[in-house]
């Protein structure tokens, strides 16, 4: 890939998530898988509205060691190249922090109910990790059950973190995790969030093929862990 393309890319992208009120100050990081060996990522302590392309950093996928450029990669470089290394179809991943997205995140409440076509066909369900201490490598392992049947996954008490087959795939993935969470905690102001039928799920789960969208989705195992669900409450 164009190492120079994708690194303006990056900073686009930073610039979106920034100017969206999805990140704070030095929050954030974005990256891109350049090759099977190699990622450009963001570096910490850099404001992702007004980063710059030679900031980035080109890492070593396998040994974490930066290739190019100077300072330390982003502190949360250990979830990206875990989520690259278990995810191979994954070219690109987003973690931000958009306020209504982790109020949820904060309140220990996942994204799951099954009530916003969008929502269902592109991603399924939204999970909750349990919180680990942001920056440390237990943060991957509380990710990694959730890797395969997922490309958005809430962090507790942290953030969101997201993940596409191209740079634009995961911010607009992002970008509707913050939408979901809107009209979910709107819903719920208003007393109660009509979910759709069992039936209307199968339907917007097929329709993927028809949109041509690939990547992880959870499918009709989002239906049995509904019903899983209703039968301990």
Sequence with gaps: MNKDKLAHEIVEAGRRIYQSGFVAANDGNISVRIDTEH???????VSKGFMEADALLLV????????EGQGRPSTESAMHFDIYRHRPDVQAIVH??????TGFAVAGIPLDELALPELIVTMGTIPLAPYAT???EALPETLRPFYKEHDAILL???GAVTMGQSLTEALFKMESVEMCAKILFTARMLGRVQELSDEQVDRL???RSFYGLKGAHPGKKIIEQRRNKEEKS
């Design 60 to 67: 070593n996928l396998t040994s974490g060691e930066t290739i």
């Design 134 to 136: 942001p920056g440390t």
């Design 205 to 207: 789960v097929d329709a």
């Design 96 to 101: 931000a922090h958009p306020p209504t997205a």
């Design 156 to 158: 507790a008490n942290h």
């Design 39 to 45: 990622v450009l990522i963001t570096p910490s302590g």
